[in-house]
């Protein structure tokens, strides 16, 4: 018998498909399952690049859920397992994953299925995930694992590099810093995860129950992003409740506010941020030991250790 899996997601630049590619390629060399793809497509256009003032109307609704509805998707369930990929747009999972968990196809298919999160970013990821976990909650799916992967660079590089990666399509690192985006061998190496799911299915013969990607450093997070996010996601909390207020995506009435939102977003990333950096820095001796409890929480239940990287080495 042939156990059934789903992987599901949406890619607006492609990187996400890529790993999800990856992941995908050892199951489909197994022949203990099958393996039904599925690319989510929302109702409304999000095109890449992306339009300065395009990119900043979508929050208000990141940040609310409340996103458009997708496409029709042709997949029939029930699945044996779930790999659901998606990619945090400010500091929630994007519309169109979304817009899928709050669909009936998601009530159906996810209820008492193991889940697996699969996330490309640039590096802020804690909050979308706290949302993510309470969306599969809320449908009882039984969440057994979380992969992060990250930009190359480092968090100041990508200020500069994910922005023009972003609004212009371009890639490629400038003055001197890495290009933007998450390193092609790190996309490579994902197809540990892949093996470590067939693997299991081979030597199990059953649906997973709880984590089965541990020891492969699936994730690994940072509390000084994590504490940071906070403060963004409370700012992104105000600010579009003010402009969903003003019109509906796309309207002229919330054009100005968002030329204002953005000034005053880069005030808060040139500012606010370095202070609050500097401050947790200081603090850092006497927070050890909380710093230490938000990163296990926030690494569960997969974690960042590597004892079994041996076993499923980069191919």
């Known amino acids: 018998m042939a156990f059934k899996i789903l992987i599901i997601g949406y890619s607006q630049t492609g990187q996400l498909a890529q790993i999800l590619d990856q992941i995908e390629r050892p199951l489909t060399e197994s ?6 793809r599925v690319a989510l497509e929302s109702t409304r256009s999000f095109a890449f690049p992306w339009r300065f003032l395009d990119f900043f109307d979508v929050f208000p609704e990141c940040v ?32 169109p994953t979304t817009a899928f968990l709050q669909s009936k196809q998601a009530q159906n298919w996810l209820k008492d299925t193991p889940v697996i999160t699969v996330v490309g970013c640039r590096n802020m990821w804690g909050q979308a995930h706290l949302k993510m976990q309470s969306m599969l909650e809320a449908l009882q799916a039984r969440h057994i694992d979380n992969v992060v992967l990250t930009d190359q660079g ?9 922005p023009r990666w972003l609004l212009t399509g371009k890639k490629q690192g400038v003055i001197g810093l890495p290009d933007a985006g998450i390193s092609d061998q790190d996309i490579r190496c994902s197809q540990r995860f892949g093996h470590a799911i067939a693997d299991w299915f081979v030597r199990e013969n059953r649906p997973p129950q709880s984590s089965i990607l541990h020891g492969l450093q699936a994730v690994e997070a940072n509390p000084g992003l ?35 939102y953005v000034l005053f977003l880069i005030t808060m990333i040139v500012t606010v941020v370095p202070l609050t950096m500097l ?30 990287m041996k076993a499923f080495p980069c191919r």
């Open 226 to 260: 994590l504490q940071s996010e906070k403060i963004g996601a409370r700012s992104f909390a105000i600010w579009g409740k003010l402009i969903r207020k003003l019109g509906p995506p796309g309207s002229w009435q919330r054009k100005p506010v968002l030329v204002v």
């Open 279 to 308: 401050l947790k820095r200081l603090l850092r001796p006497l927070l050890q030991k909380k710093l230490t409890r938000m990163k296990q929480d926030f690494e569960a239940p997969s974690g960042s250790y590597n004892a079994r």
């Open 64 to 95: 609310a859920l409340d996103p458009p509805p997708n496409r029709p998707i042709e997949a029939q369930g029930p699945f044996d397992l779930v790999i659901l990929g998606y990619q945090p747009w400010f500091l929630s999972p994007s519309l």
């Open 154 to 162: 480092h968090s100041l590089a990508t200020f500069v590099t994910t």
């Open 31 to 36: 022949d203990r399952v099958q393996v039904t």
